[in-house]
């Protein structure tokens, strides 16, 4: 009977992925308070880039694949930025433990992209993140139009070919 | 077997329907989102690590797995989660063992007012006196089951308020199975509320909170024994006097705590202080004695620097819903008491990792890190990256209350305790070094040392009176080779030396990439040293990796020593076990 039940939850997740569709819209970006890495409230409402779009990570410090996404897209971000407009914030689910180390760790590597503090998992269950990596993709309205989860060796190289889709208004994938 | 069968019934038509369903409008203008995860284990039984069928309980195939779906309408927000846990999986409480739902909840946000009902998740402050939280690889999960507001008069201010029971495997709440939790916190945002210091260089955030648990003690009661001799015409006589007596223990049990954070400049200085009231529990041995603690780190950034300290000093702390609960896992948690040290991503620098002793420990924190700027000559091209951690956890001093009554005695006020004492007995200490350099397009490097002290005997056994210490050197070099942008081949080799417990290890591993779709690893942990021949155990074991977008499936066979796992993009806590685990993962 658990083996009937495991094939159909296989079978149901693996019918999601194959029926997944070009721009697919995920839903706005949810308004949930987190804070700035200075302790202050911040609500994900006010997230925003002047009509532009936003790429929104999850990552925490003791989470190495996390680390090293953020390390190849910290090499290249002045370049999107100056090519696309884009604007990334990096939400850290670090918790109490760790939490109060994630500015001076983000500021020691000289990582030169927004860091939002969401220490209790509020915005990581209002997204549905299972576990980080995951990153999200919105347009200029706030629109989530694309979802990754995990981080291979490159990975970064299609977040700025989905930004620049979502410009020329194009279909992704 | 009929419950199971309609709630994945119920399960796969939220599943099988077409996607385009979730991705339009449903009831004007709402949405619906979720996510789904599996965790699949099949079991061998495997004479080397002592696993047969029978130690198994027969229990040969563990699936632990959950679905969210959210619904969200402007402010309207409701979702639910659906778990089954079918068998749990090794390492998994076997009270878990059922299918349902364990969290749903309304949530309406009417101008400055936000009202949650149902099951929710909060932290007050950093979580020194409330945090209910979740971490589904852990299996922890002591969500609040009630009512929670949250207001905001003015700009700067938020209010909350909180009621409800906390969640205990799948039992449902009955009168006095454990206590009621009630809260409130105020956080407030100096800057914001006083608008002449809108634009001052230092921000300055307070805040406040009180926590309180009711529940109906019942009757306990304990004895004493006193000797004392008589003599009887020259005999001599020993008695031992039995003195019988009850707990008187307290119905309502109270914490309050007081926070403020300063930011000037590239300093960020936080503290948070908090005391207990008299909770006489199973965790402290029933004493009578308050609880403090202070929590507080200061952070000094710059671009290429980070300098951080942190302190953390317990005394008598753990608060649960229940007096009576204690032991493994850690159930009904009011608060959250975090461990001084780093958490690490090593596989062998997690084998001896630290938890917090709540009865009491005195704790410190430092790290460094810095970049040395590229182009530079010792920076090389891209820059180089060093990092410094060092963190000590000890015991706190405590002296008898009365001569004649020893420390932590049952029934008394257990000790005296002066604040922000340093006790003797060292618990962990841990030193850590990192440097992370990039050589070519095509070469990335990390380098890693760590030295640790742990004493196994408080650590694993809660044993105060001696030390029983394990030291350990460890070694990790990490490389990444990338044949082209989207093929790349890391290699991880660790070593880790001691003398005591299981001796020397040795790990390596492989992994393949090819972004963003799928990766391939193999990877073994071997215990070389072990003094015992027989126990020389090689954890071996192979990964294969599909990614689409937010979907994954991850295949893994072998050997899994219990500890942290990090393979082909994603960390997790997993128990040991030898078989095949499969782990299938999405969000719609």
Partial sequence: ?173 | MKKIFTSVLLFNILWALPPATFSQDILSGGKVTGNVHVDAQVYSADSILGISDSSLNFKKFGMNGFANVLYSNGDFNAGLRFEGYLNPMVGFDPRYEDVGIPYWFVNYKLGKLEMTAGHFYDQFGSGLVLRSWEEWTLGYDNNIYGFNAKFSPVKGIMIKGLAGVQRYFWEPYQTNNRGIVKGFDGDFFINDIFKGLSEAKTKIILGGSFVSRYEQPSVKIFTRDSAYITVDHGDTINWIKKTTYQYDLPYNVGCWAARMNLASGGFNFYAEYAEKGNDPNATNNWIYKNGQALYSTLSYSAKGLGVFLSTKWIDNMSFKSKMNESGNPAMLDINYLPAISKEHGYSLATMYPYGTKPNGEAGFKGEVVYTIPKKTKIGGEYGTTLSLNYSFANSIKKEQTLPGIPIDSTGTNGYRSNFLSIGDLPYYRDLNFLIERKFSSKVKTKLAYFNQTYNLHVIEENIFNDAVIVYTHIAVLDLTYKFTAKHSLKLEAQGLWTKEDDGDWTAVSLEYNVSPAWYLSFMDEWNYGNPDNDKQIHYYNISFGYTQKSNRIALRYGRQREGLLCVGGVCRYVPASTGLTITLTSTF
Wanted: glycine content about 8%; hydrophobic content about 40%.
């Fill in chain 1, 1 to 173: 009977m658990k083996y009937l039940i495991f094939s159909l939850l296989s079978l149901c997740i693996l019918i999601q992925i194959h029926a997944q569709e070009g721009n697919k819209n995920y839903g706005k970006i949810p308004a949930v308070d987190i804070r700035t890495m200075d302790g202050k409230t911040f609500n994900t409402a006010d997230i925003s880039n002047e009509g532009k779009p936003v790429i929104i990570t999850f990552w925490a410090t003791w989470c190495k694949p996390c680390l090293k996404e953020h390390e190849a897209i910290n090499e290249v971000y002045e370049e999107w930025v100056d090519e696309t407009g884009l604007k990334l914030y990096a939400v850290s689910i670090d918790n109490a433990r760790s939490s109060k180390s994630v500015m001076p760790l983000v500021n020691g590597k000289g990582w030169t992209f927004d860091v939002l503090l969401d220490e209790n998992g509020d915005l990581k269950r209002a997204l549905n993140v299972n576990i980080p990596p995951h990153t999200f993709i919105a347009d200029g309205k706030g629109n989530i139009l694309w979802q990754h989860v995990g981080y291979l060796e490159g990975d970064e190289h299609e977040y700025v070919e989905i930004v620049k889709k979502i410009i020329k208004g194009e279909k992704i994938d």
